[in-house]
């Protein structure tokens, strides 16, 4: 190597080392002050496999979530419990978790649970219309009704879309707190959504009877029987409907068509033997009847009905006397016209027209068929002659 070459070597090397402090500096320098503001290269690498751990956790709870809601599909509701309690574990307070927990707890009739779990999702997202909903579901198990209304309705203003399910339930829950004009008008507006649902044809009908409009109720009804020509409820109730426009004819065949696809069914029974007294004076095959039906369910309100009546027909007065009485002690005794219609032949038979004479307007308020009151002609014919025809020929 000449000497020139080798004074050139030199102050390239000399020159190199002479920046090597300056470049680390700059270099280390670089490195760590991001660290110092808790950027660096090594929080970064932390604050990194952070993210994706609580990303590993939420895909965790999402996949503990899907099975769980595989199960409650499959009707398994406390394992579909226990897997959103793990998701809930995983991912904290979810609204949407909590939602889903309520409603397998809902179907597995813990209700309590289920209300708890529905009031903390509607806590984290008050206006989840679906909780809503869950709600008065629960509150309606519960017995809060009330509450249940009003969870419906607000239910209903979030999500319209809820409305195909609302609509019915709310109406059930009007039915059962006899508010017959609401619910009404909720079964109106279901069926214009499902037009062709014989259930919810079938209870506005009941509606219809209750708020005595029979022509309307046997136009369901009808329509009913087109789609379910075998549904002897709907003979029976078209029957009664029938008796409130006094085509006692139309309710007699409609009665023996119930019992005939129903034989042992108490309700059929009864108001069959009750319109055959209209029509017949009483024999022992009708008491033989009553007893048998009876028999099915001795402690109900139309069971001890049965018992009366036939020992009436039997002239063992002092016993049908002994179970009348029971019946009208029966707790739901104000809301039937049974009890004090039957009272009232009892004591016109035993020659008390006066005490008849009061019970038997009872029976009328209550919504007791005009035809209904032609038994009263083998119990007193002079009873029924006064009181009795002047009604039927008005």
Same mark, same amino acid.
């Given at each position: 190597m000449n000497p020139s070459s080798v004074f050139t070597a030199l102050s390239i090397f000399t020159t190199f080392t002479s920046i090597i402090p300056i470049y680390h500096f700059i270099y280390r320098f670089l490195h760590i002050a991001p660290c110092l503001q808790g950027e660096g290269p090594g929080l970064l690498l932390y604050s990194r496999r952070r993210e994706g751990e609580e990303e590993g956790g939420q895909a965790e709870a999402a996949a503990l979530a899907r099975r769980g809601s595989m199960y409650l599909h499959r009707g398994q509701p406390q394992r579909a419990i226990e897997l959103y309690s793990r998701a809930l574990a995983i991912a904290g307070d979810e609204a949407i978790l909590y939602l889903r927990r309520g409603e397998a707890c809902y179907q597995a009739g813990q209700y309590q649970q289920a209300l708890s779990d529905c009031e903390q999702a509607l806590r984290l997202h008050p206006v989840l219309a679906e909780a809503h909903y869950l709600r008065g579901r629960i509150c309606t198990r519960l017995a809060a009704y009330q509450q249940a209304l009003s969870s419906y309705t607000r239910a209903l203003e979030l999500d319209p879309g809820l409305a195909t399910h609302i609509y019915p339930e709310r109406a059930a829950l009007y039915q059962r707190r006899k508010e017959f004009h609401a619910a009404l008008r909720d079964y109106c507006r279901a069926l214009e959504y499902s037009p062709h649902e014989a259930s919810l044809v079938f209870q506005r009908a009941l509606i219809y009877l209750q708020l005595r409009e029979p022509r309307q109720a046997i136009a369901d009804l009808n329509s009913v029987l087109?789609?379910?020509?075998?549904?002897?409820?709907?003979?029976?109730?078209?029957?009664?409907?029938?008796?409130?426009?006094?085509?006692?004819?139309?309710?007699?065949?409609?009665?023996?068509?119930?019992?005939?696809?129903?034989?042992?069914?108490?309700?059929?029974?009864?108001?069959?033997?009750?319109?055959?007294?209209?029509?017949?004076?009483?024999?022992?095959?009708?008491?033989?009847?009553?007893?048998?039906?009876?028999?099915?369910?001795?402690?109900?309100?139309?069971?001890?009905?049965?018992? #009366?009546?036939? =020992?009436?027909?039997?002239?063992?007065?002092?016993?049908?006397?002994?179970?009348?009485?029971?019946?009208? =002690? #029966?707790?739901?005794?104000?809301?039937?016209?049974?009890?004090?219609?039957?009272? =009232?032949?009892?004591?016109?038979?035993?020659?008390?027209?006066?005490?008849?004479?009061?019970?038997?307007?009872?029976?009328?308020?209550?919504?007791?068929?005009?035809?209904?009151?032609?038994?009263?002609?083998? =119990?007193?014919?002079?009873?029924?002659?006064?009181?009795?025809?002047?009604?039927?020929e008005a």
């Open positions: 087109q789609a379910r020509p075998n549904f002897a409820c709907a003979y029976h109730y078209r029957a009664l409907a029938s008796l409130y426009l006094q085509d006692l004819a139309r309710a007699r065949q409609d009665c023996q068509r119930a019992t005939a696809l129903n034989p042992m069914h108490i309700d059929h029974g009864w108001l069959a033997c009750w319109v055959t007294l209209c029509e017949e004076p009483p024999h022992e095959y009708i008491a033989e009847r009553l007893e048998a039906l009876a028999g099915t369910a001795p402690e109900q309100y139309v069971a001890l009905l049965c018992q #009366a009546v036939s =020992a009436w027909i039997r002239g063992e007065q002092a016993k049908a006397q002994a179970v009348i009485s029971r019946v009208l =002690a #029966a707790p739901s005794s104000e809301e039937h016209w049974g009890g004090p219609f039957w009272q =009232a032949a009892i004591w016109a038979a035993a020659g008390r027209e006066t005490e008849a004479h009061q019970v038997l307007r009872e029976a009328l308020i209550r919504g007791l068929p005009l035809p209904l009151l032609s038994p009263l002609r083998w =119990a007193n014919p002079s009873f029924y002659q006064h009181y009795a025809c002047a009604l039927l």
